[in-house]
């Protein structure tokens, strides 16, 4: 995925970007206001060697050097004595805690400060008060332990632990830390929101521009067809009345199918798509209303015999229509023809059983010859090519296939499947044709 991919898979899902780091935010912000406030305060030990008085006798520098070795080399066994119950018992008794010396370590922490004879204390509790006075029972009670130990063990040099530091009252809670905590919640909403945008993007399976088409198959693109909240009340576009994306992008599309069907006669457009609701008839009925404005004898055949709707689009009955000449109750010559412009001729079908039957017939064949003799261009609204597979049987009265992906319905692998399928036919297909393009959004560009 390159950047501009990424540009694009950010703006496709910027909603659900947003409303996952509200989220994390709102986490947050819960966290903060249920979450027990905590203080924290802090002392500092020094420790210094001492060494034993002898009348008479004076310090060598060597001994003070002793002395400051033992203090250094002393300093990460005073530190773990902290958490035992030589030191936590006595604070526990003299503050009258009902706690074990166990989960009282929990609260405190004695560290060394680098290589120094410096150790901190760090003491928390519900309350400021409470964090300071065990903070320096600790501090005190360690300092005692260390001069105890020391003085036991009847070395020429005791150690003394002076709380140089003293733990004072916090003037504030530790935690939950408010900065923290929304710095937490919004980092952790954007690698959530990360993941969740690369897992759309990789499971995507929808055709959604004509990137996706171009890299489902080797077909050739004819175009997109913008998408158009008009054609919901009236299917067919007004060629004569305002410019729009749509009839722009239909003008452009008839160019290129003009030009590929150059020296075959009158040719006929199947127009299909690989399942059902991915807007094949709105476009074979625009595609036919473009050819006519041309001036070419265009002639629009409603072969989608299971769900006919050319004759709803164009506001005329289904009396004497295709499927009725199918199923030989009348002869071609009788067809009804609705003529909605000077150059296009409309035959319209109602709902027939058996489809697949009637339109691999060799009536149906003879009809299709009988419309295209009398024709510069035919355009089929077919039925699907994959489920059912009515249009295939249109394979042999055709010459080619215009496939419509609908943007964010048609599946990837389908319009392969789809172009493959009448390719074994051996029919050729023209293109394919992306429509309900968006005009605004990541996709609205190619």
């Known amino acids: 995925m390159d950047f501009i991919e990424c540009i694009r898979a950010i703006r496709r899902h910027a909603v659900v970007i947003v409303v996952i780091v509200l989220a994390g935010l709102a986490a947050a912000a819960v966290f903060v206001a249920v979450a027990p406030a905590q203080f924290t305060s802090d002392g500092r030990l020094l420790l210094t060697p001492v060494a034993a008085v002898v009348p008479g006798v004076t310090q060598s520098p060597a001994d003070l050097v002793a002395g400051n070795n033992l203090v250094i080399q002393q300093v990460g066994t005073y530190v773990q004595l902290a958490s035992t119950p030589t030191v936590l018992q006595p604070v526990i008794d003299e503050l009258g805690l009902d706690e ?87 980092l952790g909403g954007v690698a959530v929101a990360f993941i969740v945008v690369v897992l759309a993007e990789v499971l995507n399976t929808r055709v959604r521009r004509a990137r996706d088409l171009l890299s489902a198959t080797d077909a050739g693109y004819l175009g997109r067809l913008a998408r158009d909240r008009r054609l919901r009340r009236a299917p067919v576009a007004d060629l004569d009345g305002p410019p729009s994306a749509f009839i722009d992008d239909l003008r452009s599309i008839r160019a290129k199918l003009v030009a590929s069907a150059e020296g075959e006669g009158a040719p006929v457009f199947v127009v299909s798509s690989p399942t059902t609701q991915e807007g094949k008839s709105v476009v074979a009925a625009n595609l036919a209303t473009a050819l006519a404005e041309t001036g070419l004898r265009t002639s629009l055949v ?62 149906a064949s003879d009809l299709l010859a009988a419309i295209r003799a009398g024709s510069d261009v035919v355009v089929i609204d077919a039925g699907s090519v994959l489920r059912p597979s009515d249009a295939l049987e249109l394979s042999g009265s055709s010459t080619g296939y215009v496939i419509v992906a609908r943007a964010g319905r048609s599946r990837i692998d389908e319009v392969k499947s789809a172009v493959t399928a009448v390719r074994d036919v051996g029919a050729r297909v023209y293109g394919v044709v992306l429509t309900d393009a968006p005009t605004r959004g990541a996709d609205a560009r190619d």
């Open 100 to 186: 074990t010396p166990a989960t009282l370590a929990r609260s405190v922490s004695v560290s060394a400060v680098g290589a120094s004879a410096f150790i901190a204390v760090q003491a928390t509790a519900a309350t400021a008060e409470g964090a300071a006075s065990l903070a320096n029972s600790v501090a005190s009670q360690l300092s005692t332990q260390v001069k105890t130990l020391t003085t036991t063990a009847q070395s020429p040099v005791t150690i003394s632990a002076t709380l140089v530091e003293r733990p004072v009252a916090p003037t504030s809670p530790s935690s939950p830390n408010l900065v923290l905590s929304v710095l937490v919640g919004l």
């Open 302 to 363: 409603d072969a989608n015999l299971r769900a006919p709707v050319l004759a709803a689009y164009f506001g005329t009955g289904t009396e004497k229509g295709f499927s009725d000449a199918l199923g030989g109750g009348i002869p071609a010559t009788d067809l009804a023809m609705t003529s909605p412009s000077e150059s296009l001729q409309v035959i319209v079908s109602a709902p027939a059983d058996r489809a697949g039957e009637r339109l691999a017939s060799a009536r």
